[in-house]
């Protein structure tokens, strides 16, 4: 919290205590003897004794009784703050209170002083020097758990950011070589592949490093990814997206079903008419539903990559714990990944 504002908040509990001090004694006529001012500076003045009471436990004896746990030096702290109020009662009282405001408290007799020992010791450290050592302790906890907390978000950040870094690149290596490929039979096709390859790289660079992207922009981004695989089978891919609902500004994990598109390009059989790569999906304001399938290769597998659905599974985690359903589907001749996910 802002400096200022706690400054703020101790200026005004204390005014509530004077006012409070003043409607309980004055006002049922205790002190109908003084004005109204005469009672309040009164009043002001026993606030700051108490203040000085708590300040000195808050600043003085709990860091080192609390934080550093010297207990020796807490106890002599401890006696220090209060000879300390002791003497500031005795001073407001009969160098100010008596000789400037004209109060008297004690009938023109000077009380010993066991009593200022006695009312201090039953009345200001059961109170606010107790108060103090509450107080500081109430503040270290809650900054030390708002500190491990920005920690584990910062650690959480990162581990995001380390996550979308992996995005597997076998699919954008590939593409460029058939884009080289395109470029060399002086094919037509070669400056449009080269466009949308340049929209995906801008994308991934540099507003795919946000944690969150409208879900167009990401379903824009699987189109041009859809685009360079048809280009690169040079017309044998057979790829269906169907999508449905509600597709606008909803706020989605970056390259986040990229993953799914990819595995099933990586993996699976795209030139088969009779069972073409099925991508599907529904969204509204509240919810997203991507389903992709593809017949499975039973060629060569290709090592390279491995981690874009562990990946998934991780960030799911990570930026949507208790709002997610992934089911995978992996059978001898098909694969299927279906992903839920609940914005709100």
């Not at 409607?23 to 004005?35: H, L, Q, T, V």
């Not at 009043?43 to 004794?49: A, K």
Request: aromatic share 16%.
């Amino acid at each position: 919290m802002d400096k200022r504002k706690v400054i703020l908040i101790h200026i005004s509990v204390w005014l509530i205590f004077i006012i409070g001090g003043i409607c309980r004694d004055y006002f049922p006529d205790k002190f109908a003897g003084e004005s109204v001012f005469n009672y309040s500076v009164t009043q002001f003045g026993y606030t700051i004794v108490a203040a000085i009471c708590f300040y000195g436990s808050y600043f003085w004896v709990a860091p080192q009784l609390i934080l550093k746990r010297k207990y020796l030096v807490s106890f002599l702290l401890t006696v220090m703050l209060f000879a300390l109020v002791v003497f500031a009662r005795y001073a407001l009282e009969f160098w100010f209170l008596k000789p400037v405001m004209n109060y008297d408290n004690y009938f023109d007799k000077i009380p010993t002083i066991s009593y200022y020992l006695t009312n201090v010791f039953y009345y200001y450290f059961p109170g606010y020097f107790v108060y103090g050592l509450l107080y500081f302790f109430a503040e270290s906890w809650y900054k030390n758990n708002q500190r491990q907390q920005e920690m584990q978000q910062e650690s959480l950040a990162a581990e995001l950011a380390f996550l979308r870094a992996q995005v597997n690149p076998h699919f954008l290596f590939n593409t460029i070589n058939d884009i080289y490929t395109l470029t060399y039979q002086k094919s037509e096709q070669a400056p449009e592949a080269l466009l949308k390859l340049s929209v995906m790289l801008r994308y991934m660079l540099r507003e795919g490093n946000a944690a969150l992207m409208p879900l167009n922009r990401e379903v824009e981004y699987l189109e041009n990814a859809i685009a360079l695989q048809k280009i690169a089978a040079k017309g044998d891919a057979y790829i269906n997206f169907d999508q449905e609902g509600y597709i606008g500004e909803q706020p989605v994990a970056s390259l986040l079903f990229i993953a799914f598109v990819e595995n099933a390009f990586k993996h699976g059989v795209s030139d088969d008419p009779d069972h073409p790569v099925q991508i599907s999906l529904k969204a509204d304001n509240n919810s997203i539903f991507i389903n992709v399938y593809n017949k499975k290769s039973h060629g060569l597998e290709d090592t390279t990559g491995g981690i874009g659905l562990t990946n998934v599974r991780r960030r799911l985690e990570l930026m949507y714990p208790g709002k997610h359903e992934l089911s995978i589907e992996d059978r001898d001749n098909s694969f299927r990944v279906a992903l839920n996910l609940q914005l709100n």
